[in-house]
């Protein structure tokens, strides 16, 4: 990934350079104990990356790092644990008992740091550049119970899980910090992110074919909550062309969400109601998002062609834009609605097979929500091909 990033103002100017290379090594094992499945993997990567950020005159007391390149080491050891029983008889047939475990092992250096000016007398063997080394070690577990069953026209299938997960923060996250603007810029705080999270959900299918034009319908439904220690959150400054990454030390999101969908033809024709409920403890840590969502799809799928109408209305939503001064500016928009449209068309040559998407988004009203350089709920068009052998 190679990204630059140009800043031109009457006070001075900005050019932010960045290339990051990764080469992943994925290796993993599977065998069979009688009823259970075991999975065994490691998992490596090896990332570098070199930044420049070189600033002129932009008014600002000249510290913070100027250019360095940085390496990370990235081990991960995976177990995989399935039981399956498959019971075949009444409406219960089959149940399916999964655990994981997961331990990880990340260091990340840098190397050829160049400072825009010397650290503070008494700080010169802590505030090297943006870190001098980090080292984390973090396991992570999960548990998953899944139920499936059927009679007659009717299917069911029921999903639990909860466990615990890590996230770390890549190289580009961490010279993307905020505190590189502040007059403290010398290194970032940022921690992995570590999430603690349980879900129920399920799907009840009914198949009612060869009674008319309705094929079947299907509902679902999903419940989930998260706690967060050290949630990763983005934010923008105005006139920046630069993201900012930081923590918020403790969050909570958790929401129910509903799907109704109705078959027609085969199931070449799709409507589909959704509604979504979330509940979100500090908003700062989810920016602009919002907590009720209703949703109504038509989706045609024939002959290798796919057209999908997709509206949607939304709650009101807060977010918030970082200041020069470092503050936090929150900004709160009304409840929102619109329209999406996407269409693609799929092409098989023999074993080669080609694929085209278009989408247009936001396509009802001309209005555009822009904060101070942040595009939100604004117009855009997509188009994507793509070959696959």
């Not at 930081?246 to 509903?258: C, H, K, Q, W, Y």
């Amino acid at each position: 990934m190679e990204e630059e990033q140009f800043l031109a103002s009457g006070t001075g100017a900005l050019h932010r350079c960045i290339e990051d290379r990764a080469i992943y090594i994925n290796t993993k094992k599977g065998l069979k104990f009688g009823l259970v499945d075991l999975l065994l993997a490691y998992q490596f990567q090896h990332a570098e990356l070199d930044f420049s950020d070189e600033r002129r005159n932009l008014q600002e007391q000249p510290v913070g790092l100027e250019s360095a390149q940085f390496k990370r080491q990235h081990h991960g050891l995976v177990s995989i644990a399935k039981l399956n029983e498959d019971i075949g008889s009444g409406f219960l047939k089959t149940i399916e008992v999964s655990g994981s475990l997961r331990r990880d092992w990340v260091q990340d250096e840098q190397a050829n740091p160049i400072l825009r000016s010397e650290p503070p007398e008494g700080e010169q063997g802590s505030t090297v550049g943006v870190f001098n080394e980090n080292k984390w070690q973090e396991n992570m577990i999960k548990f998953a119970l899944s139920l499936s069953g059927d009679r007659k026209d009717l299917t069911f299938n029921g999903y639990l899980s909860f466990g615990m997960n890590t996230k770390f923060p890549t190289l580009f996250q961490q010279i993307s910090s905020p505190i590189l603007l502040t007059e403290a810029a010398s290194r970032p705080n940022l921690s992995p992110e570590k999430n603690r999270s349980s879900e129920l959900s399920v799907v009840v299918t009914r198949d009612i074919r060869g009674k008319g034009s309705i094929y079947g319908w299907q509902i679902s439904g999903n419940f989930f909550q998260n706690y967060y220690d050290n949630k990763f959150r983005v934010s923008a400054i105005p006139g920046v062309p630069v993201a900012f990454y930081d923590n918020v030390p403790n969050a909570r999101i958790s929401g129910v969400e509903t799907k109704s969908s109705v078959f027609f033809f085969r199931k070449k024709v799709t409507v589909e109601l959704g509604m979504s409920r979330y509940f979100i403890s500090e908003k700062a840590a989810f920016p602009f998002k919002s907590d009720f969502k209703r949703t109504l799809n038509f989706i045609v799928d024939h002959a290798g062609y796919s057209f999908q109408i997709h509206w949607f209305k939304e709650g009101e939503q807060a977010g918030w834009l970082r200041q020069q001064n470092g503050h936090f500016a929150e900004i709160t928009l009304p409840d929102y609605s619109n329209l999406d449209l996407h269409l693609s068309k799929a092409f098989q040559m023999g074993k080669l097979k080609l694929f085209a998407n278009a989408s247009g988004r936001n396509l009802l009203y001309d209005d555009e929500v822009v904060l101070q350089g942040l595009a939100i709920r604004d117009r855009r068009f997509y188009l994507t091909v793509g070959a696959q052998y």
